[in-house]
């Protein structure tokens, strides 16, 4: 039963996530902040999906092998995680912002 929970918790992230980075570039309306979010929370969720959905599949088929797919998820999430903290680290030294 834990791993259905989880199951689902990924997909409502996955879905949430996106449907929230989607209305944060809609409803930009060109300010460079919400922009950057926008496109920070699009890069976080497709990076989390391609270790979060071989999870996904873990849960419901008991019988697959995902040890490659878990483990190239992982890589390319590191990988656009490397890719989400440059941009909030473009958003903070160099639009300032804050200050």
Do not use: W
């Amino acid at each position: 039963m834990g791993k259905i929970m989880e199951a689902l918790f990924c997909i409502f992230y996955l879905i949430a996530t996106t449907v929230i980075g989607i209305l944060i570039l809609k409803q930009s309306k060109g300010k460079k902040a919400f922009i950057v979010f926008g496109v920070m929370a699009l890069v976080l969720v497709s990076g989390d999906s391609f270790h979060l959905v071989p999870r996904i599949l873990v849960a419901f088929d008991k019988n697959g092998d995902y040890h490659v797919a878990l483990g190239l998820g992982k890589l390319v999430t590191s990988i656009t995680m490397t890719f989400f903290y440059l941009i909030l680290y473009f958003f903070f030294h160099y639009l300032k912002i804050f200050g």
